[in-house]
């Protein structure tokens, strides 16, 4: 069992910068992969940045070079740091954990966090 508690959304000015945390309690050791999704009011959901537990990154072609996905040495907190922000990068970003050995795939995980609202104004 994973519990997941985000912090850091909030309200920027186009330009300007955020850094959200997952912190990961429970299970931790037993997890593959960490990662942001965010959906955005009648968008589908989509995955945003992830590291593996090799150490591993992917991000959303948007958010290269902008956005820097990375873990804590105990890997029991994950950041994204997000920079030169957009007005189209509103949305609601979510933590999220898969862990070894199951068959979730693109799209979903095994544990969510609760979600924390990110707003850009132009």
């Known amino acids: 069992q994973v519990q997941l508690v985000e912090s850091g959304g909030g309200l920027v000015q186009a330009g300007g910068s955020l850094r959200l945390s997952c912190a990961a309690s429970?299970?931790?050791?037993?997890?593959?992969?960490m990662g942001w999704f965010r959906q955005a009011p009648g968008k589908q959901r989509e995955l945003v940045a992830g590291?593996?537990?090799?150490?591993?990154?992917n991000y959303l072609d948007s958010v290269e070079g902008r956005f820097t996905i990375s873990r804590d040495g105990p890997k029991s907190t994950v950041y994204l740091q997000m920079s030169v922000l957009k007005p189209e990068d509103t949305a609601i970003y979510y933590c999220a954990v898969t862990m070894f050995g199951t068959t979730a795939g693109a799209g979903n995980a095994d544990y969510w966090g609760q979600g924390t609202q990110v707003t850009v104004s132009s």
């Open positions: 590291i593996t537990k090799d150490g591993r990154t």
């Open positions: 429970g299970r931790t050791w037993n997890i593959y992969f």
